[in-house]
């Protein structure tokens, strides 16, 4: 199966910081992927949608001044958590679609101090 | 907004039982997809079902999508401690959102030696 690599796995920054989380495609073109924030216990939650080459879609309730997704080329997205504080603490994870599969990074454990 | 209803939320049952995971929507999806998540690490694809009344098996796991596409069961036979994690069904609403699927709110399921 494709294989989407995320990292870091996990980070501990201070409040008011900004962490860069990368996504990236390692044997496919990914024109499109998706980032998802999941609290302890629970489901995926769709924060945004990364466009290859254009802005990302941007769920509703979620600040896009606040999580920075770019997706410069067909195998890297970054999201970006700017100006970090205890409640962005999550783990952050993207997928990316091949055909009707998704196919989903290892995670991004954040924990803002 | 299409929404899935997935039950249980928890199960916690001994090694060598069987169990149903449910998902339950009253909209039609195109595909339907059953994922199995370890603490810490993104979420494994199990299975795709497409065609309504469709049913999958993966060893002791069975995968049954509803007439209508609607909705979809996960039946594990003789459940292990390696089962142990947390399942989600997520589902492809077609059209154009290529990829951008509707989860369930996951069931943690614990086996027990």
């Known amino acids: 199966g494709a294989v989407v690599s995320q990292h870091p796995s996990w980070v501990i920054c201070k409040s008011g910081t900004s962490v860069k989380i990368e996504c990236r495609s390692l044997?496919?073109?990914?024109?499109?992927m998706f980032w998802y924030r999941q609290f302890p216990k629970q489901s995926l939650m769709l924060m945004a949608t990364?466009?290859?080459?254009?802005?990302?879609?941007?769920e509703q309730g979620v600040e896009k001044d606040k999580f920075l997704i770019n997706h410069a080329s067909l195998t890297l997205s970054t999201l970006t958590v700017t100006s970090a504080h205890p409640e962005d603490s999550s783990f952050y994870i993207c997928?990316?679609?091949?055909?009707?599969?998704?196919?989903f990074g290892e995670g991004s454990r954040l924990t803002v101090l | 907004t299409q929404l899935l209803e997935q039950s249980p939320q928890f199960l916690s049952i001994q090694e060598g039982e069987n169990l149903t995971v449910y998902c339950n929507s009253s909209?039609?999806?195109?595909?339907l997809q059953w994922y199995r998540q370890e603490p810490g690490e993104g979420p494994v694809l199990l299975v795709t079902?497409?065609?309504?009344?469709e049913v999958k098996k993966l060893k002791r796991l069975t995968f049954q999508f509803g007439d209508a596409r609607k909705d979809s069961s996960l039946h594990i036979t003789a459940a292990q401690p390696g089962d142990t994690g947390l399942y989600l069904c997520?589902?492809?609403?077609?059209?154009?959102?290529?990829?951008?699927?509707?989860f369930g709110q996951g069931t943690i399921l614990t086996v027990h030696p």
């Open positions: 909209s039609v999806f195109s595909s």
């Open positions: 997520a589902g492809e609403p077609g059209g154009t959102s290529y990829g951008k699927l509707t």
């Open positions: 990364s466009n290859e080459g254009s802005k990302a879609t941007y």
């Open positions: 044997d496919f073109q990914a024109t499109t």
């Open positions: 997928s990316a679609p091949v055909v009707r599969e998704l196919f």
């Open positions: 079902v497409v065609t309504g009344g």
